[in-house]
C-alpha cells in the first residue's frame, strides 16, 4: 500500500520560509497525482497545490496567494512544496495526499500522510 510521510513543518518567524517534503513508500509516486492541504484549526481544509503524473501541476492561489510552489521529485520519490513569505495565517496543518484519478476533486483523495504543523509567529 501506498504510504505518505510528510516533514519539513515547524516554527518560522513571519516572512520566512519552509520547504514541506512527501516522501512516498510502497509506490511510485509519478503513478499518482499528488496533493498538498492545509488545515487550521477551525476551518476547512483546503487544497493548496497538486502535481500529476504526466507532470502537470496547479497551484491554488486563493490559499498562499502565489506564494506557495509545488514540486516533485521522482528520483526520490518526493513531492515538495515550497513556501515563502509565510504570513500568521499560513498556520496549519499541512498534509499530502494521493490520487490515482488524473485530475481529482479535492475529494478524490484517497491516501493521506500524518500531516506537519507549520506555525508562523514572531
Known amino acids: 500500500q501506498l504510504q505518505l510521510v510528510e516533514s519539513g513543518g515547524g516554527l518560522v518567524q513571519p516572512g520566512g520560509s519552509l520547504r514541506l517534503s512527501c516522501k512516498a513508500f510502497?509506490?511510485?509516486?509519478?503513478?499518482?497525482?499528488i496533493g498538498w492541504f492545509r488545515q487550521a484549526p477551525g476551518k476547512e481544509r483546503e487544497l493548496v497545490a497538486c502535481t500529476r503524473s504526466d507532470g502537470g501541476s496547479s497551484d491554488f492561489a486563493g490559499s498562499l496567494e502565489g506564494r506557495a510552489t509545488i514540486s516533485r521529485d521522482n528520483v526520490k520519490n518526493t513531492v515538495y512544496l515550497q513556501m515563502n513569505s509565510l504570513k500568521p495565517e499560513d498556520t496549519a496543518i499541512y498534509y499530502c495526499?494521493?490520487?490515482?484519478?488524473?485530475?481529482?476533486?479535492?475529494?478524490?483523495?484517497?491516501?493521506w500522510g500524518q500531516g506537519t504543523q507549520v506555525t508562523v509567529s514572531s
Open positions: 495526499a494521493a490520487s490515482l484519478i488524473k485530475l481529482p476533486h479535492p475529494y478524490e483523495y484517497d491516501y
Open positions: 510502497g509506490a511510485t509516486v509519478d503513478d499518482y497525482t
